[in-house]
């Protein structure tokens, strides 16, 4: 079955970056929109951007337009998520998330990644 | 930016009891609206989907309906697996999620 595997907890000290990875099995990748979900602590889901396999097209939330980057390797099955000049309200679980279906902008998330615990911190 | 703002923000109801999530967008987003459930420590699930499809494995005791700006999600008998938060979701014009509702065990 489909499935979204994400690289483990990274602690950061606020400016840094941090570059998160999501790797795909079992379902056609590279037809996909992958997109990114956040939560703070205690905090509801907050979508950042996704990713078109296919081609690599980027479309970004407006709080996090110049800060994110959103890429893909079509030979690793794997696509990335990086947030540049962190600040501790960065500190969040990030999520990968696939639609239910292939070429699918904007749908419903039927395969999340675990997440990734990132916490930015002096 | 299509708001979604689900009500109440905590619910807490007894086992076997009827629980009923509310979900209202700002605007209308027809029946693009999905529901996930997120137990602590974990990643959100698909619930439900296109307002009132049951994702696949989706116990029958979870329910959606609505369309246009108000939705619901109901559990007919809540079971004590059920303590979560529930999450709603519009996918019309972009994405965004509602603030959540915590479902306690009373």
């Known amino acids: 079955q489909a499935q979204l595997v994400q690289s483990g907890a990274e602690v950061k000290r606020p400016g840094a970056s941090v570059k998160v990875s999501c790797r795909a099995s079992?379902?056609?990748?590279?037809?996909?929109?992958l997109h990114w979900v956040r939560q703070a602590p205690g905090q509801g889901l907050e979508w950042m951007g996704w990713?078109?396999?296919?081609?690599?097209?980027?479309k970004y939330s407006q709080k996090f337009q110049g800060r994110v980057t959103l890429t893909r390797d079509t030979s690793a099955n794997t696509a990335y998520m990086e947030l540049s000049s962190l600040r501790s309200e960065d500190t969040a679980v990030y999520y990968c998330a696939k639609l239910a279906l292939p070429g699918k902008v904007y749908f419903y998330m039927d395969v999340w990644g675990k997440g990734t615990t990132v916490t930015v911190s002096s | 930016e299509i708001v979604m703002t689900q009500s109440p923000a905590t619910l807490s109801v007894s086992p076997g009891e009827r629980a009923t999530l509310s979900c209202r967008a700002s605007q209308s987003v027809y029946s693009s609206l999905a529901w996930y459930q997120q137990k602590p420590g974990q990643a959100p699930r698909l619930l439900i989907y296109?307002?009132?499809t049951r994702a696949t494995g989706i116990p029958a005791r979870f329910s959606g309906s609505g369309s246009g700006t108000e939705f619901t999600l109901t559990i007919s008998s809540l079971q004590s697996e059920d303590l979560a938060v529930y999450y709603c979701?519009?996918?019309?014009?972009?994405?965004?999620f509602g603030g959540g509702t915590r479902v306690e065990i009373k």
């Open positions: 979701q519009q996918y019309d014009n972009w994405v965004t």
């Open positions: 079992e379902f056609a990748f590279s037809s996909y929109f």
């Open positions: 990713v078109y396999v296919g081609n690599g097209k980027t």
């Open positions: 296109g307002a009132s």
